[in-house]
């Protein structure tokens, strides 16, 4: 990755629900730390954001802007080679996010976003693995709500029994009652997969693991996503932790 690209971070999606609250927090916690930029295909929209930014921290008045649109590669190309980071948060990303991820391989910029479409994960893990290794890119999906709750709490339970001297076979994470609604995205998220992903795709999916490589899998984990194939209906979460709903 060359040390010559104007930007550390840019935020791609930066005009949708998620796209702005990121802005935000990178507007309120390290503007002056970091270079960034933010980026869509929207230009007046792009404005609307740089200003509700600047209302928060006046340095970002001048943040610069970035057009790049999930239906011209030559504009995700451009953009992924001015950032050290590309931070994805335009979904459904099985119809929007695979341009941007080819751009960041192909660029060697590094690359992450708030999926939660494990059927999209498995396909870009099985279509750029080999070359973002190569590459030595990252392409780090799930920093969201799907995964951040259940893997920072599987971490913290292994990390606090390991300090007592223990190990877990396995972790489960229950979700009880929560606050908030489903944004609009995550909504149309939902629908699309339905609408369009086959049946044996989506019972794949159900597999808790369908993510990890066979050989990583442990008996405990094996046994699950056999119980999972035979499933019909079920919500998975890609997670390090198995989820129990």
């Not at 929207?42 to 008045?61: I, M, T």
């Not at 396909?123 to 951040?148: M, Q, T, W």
């Not at 699950?224 to 035979?230: I, N, V």
């Amino acid at each position: 990755m060359t040390s010559a690209r104007p930007y550390e971070i840019v935020v791609w999606g930066a005009t949708g629900s998620v796209g702005k609250l990121v802005c935000e927090h990178v507007a309120q916690n390290y503007q002056g730390r970091v270079k960034w930029a933010i980026a869509g295909r929207n230009q007046a929209k792009l404005e609307s954001v740089r200003k509700h930014v600047a209302e928060l921290n006046p340095a970002c008045k001048d943040l610069p802007i970035i057009l790049g649109d999930a239906q011209d590669q030559s504009s995700l190309d451009k953009l992924a080679a001015q950032s050290k980071v590309v931070i994805a948060t335009a979904g459904p990303f099985a119809r929007y996010g695979t341009p941007i991820v080819d751009a960041c391989v192909r660029s060697g910029a590094d690359y992450c976003d708030v999926t939660g479409e494990v059927i999209w994960m498995r396909r870009i893990l099985d279509k750029y693995h080999e070359a973002a290794k190569e590459k030595n890119v990252r392409i780090v999906h799930c920093c969201g709500f799907d995964s951040i709750p259940s893997d920072l709490g599987t971490c913290l339970v292994v990390d606090h029994l390991n300090s007592l001297g223990k190990k877990a076979a396995a972790v489960s994470v229950l979700f009880g009652k929560l606050s908030g609604a489903a944004g609009g995205g995550t909504i149309e998220t939902i629908l699309n997969q339905v609408a369009t992903e086959p049946f044996r795709d989506q019972r794949a999916a159900a597999d808790p693991y369908c993510l990890n490589p066979p050989s990583t899998r442990s008996s405990h984990q094996s046994a699950l996503s056999c119980a999972a194939e035979s499933c019909t209906v079920c919500i998975s979460c890609a997670s390090s932790g198995h989820l129990a709903w």
